[in-house]
């Protein structure tokens, strides 16, 4: 008897040591909200988290990339809490997911610039006509002798169909935000990949966030029907002269709640509102 009692004894402590494991894992358990999305939008939405989870360290926020159309499935999917967009929600989207409410959270503004590689913009081509632009896309400019540059070959970037940026561009340039673009050499995905390609290129033209442009990556300006030229600063992006702006958006299925709405407020707030100005974004207050 005394045998048997100590097992039995033995397994109750066990059984005890067990639940106290079980309960003290379960209270460190921390909330976890899923984002994903456009890689424009990307490096607001992950700054933020990092001083986010600084307030809140029972949170957890994990910001993967893909593009807009990309979070805009995997929110409809229900498989994330926040989707990162650079568009709009296109109709197919909102039928293919009818029993998702879809609600817009905007976090800022930025502008779609004509990029070029330097070499290009040195050579004179810092200004091109929606048309010129459209021809180039189009395959019915070939060389940059065509539009007042050096005698090469275009190296036309194009972006994938889902991506918000091309949606924007091609609306703009061809009328169409899901255009075909026949004198396409490459198709590539992210910012990061259009921005290191157009780089390497001593001939290339793309499409890209104005908040990527940098020494070897040039936006052009672009001519307007009336002669102006508006260049893809930030005051035109503010006062609204560049046509190609938009706005960068948080998408929830339905109202957000509990953490996850706390945390688009966070991006809302002054505080958030200053990591999407460093990230070289407009603010929602200007």
Not at 19 to 41: D, L, N, P, R, Y
Not at 75 to 103: P, W
Not at 222 to 233: K, R, S, V, W
């Amino acid at each position: 008897m005394k045998t048997i009692f100590n097992i039995g004894t033995n397994y109750v402590y066990i059984f005890l040591l067990l639940s106290v494991a079980i309960m003290s894992c379960t209270s460190q358990k921390k909330e976890t909200i899923m984002v994903s999305g456009s890689t424009t939008v990307l490096p607001v939405v992950s700054k933020a988290a990092e001083q986010f989870r600084l307030r809140y360290p029972d949170v957890n926020i994990v910001v993967n990339a893909g593009g807009s159309g990309v979070g805009i499935n995997l929110l409809g999917e229900r498989q994330i809490q926040i989707g990162m967009a650079s568009r709009n929600i296109t109709r197919n989207e909102i039928e293919k997911y009818a029993d998702v409410h879809f609600v817009t959270h905007p976090i800022g503004k930025d502008a779609v610039a004509p990029v070029v590689s330097s070499e290009i913009y040195d050579a004179r081509v810092k200004a091109l006509t929606i048309a010129q632009i459209a021809g180039i896309y189009k395959g019915e400019i070939r060389n940059w002798s065509e539009v007042g540059g050096p005698d090469r070959e275009i190296l036309v970037v194009d972006k994938e169909k889902s991506r918000g940026t091309r949606h924007v561009f091609m609306k703009i340039i061809m009328g169409d935000k899901e255009a075909e673009a026949p004198g396409a050499d490459l198709v590539l995905g992210s910012n990061n990949e259009e921005q290191t390609a157009i780089a390497q290129s001593g001939s290339a033209i793309g499409m890209l966030s104005n908040a990527w442009l940098n020494s070897d990556v040039k936006g052009l300006s672009i001519i307007l029907n009336d002669g102006e030229t508006i260049a893809p600063t930030l005051e035109n992006i503010i006062n609204g002269k560049f046509p190609i702006t938009r706005e960068l958006l948080l998408i929830t299925d339905g109202k957000p709640q509990g953490k996850t709405e706390e945390f688009i407020d966070f991006i809302k707030s002054p505080d958030g509102q200053k990591i999407v100005e460093q990230a070289g974004y407009v603010s929602l207050y200007e």
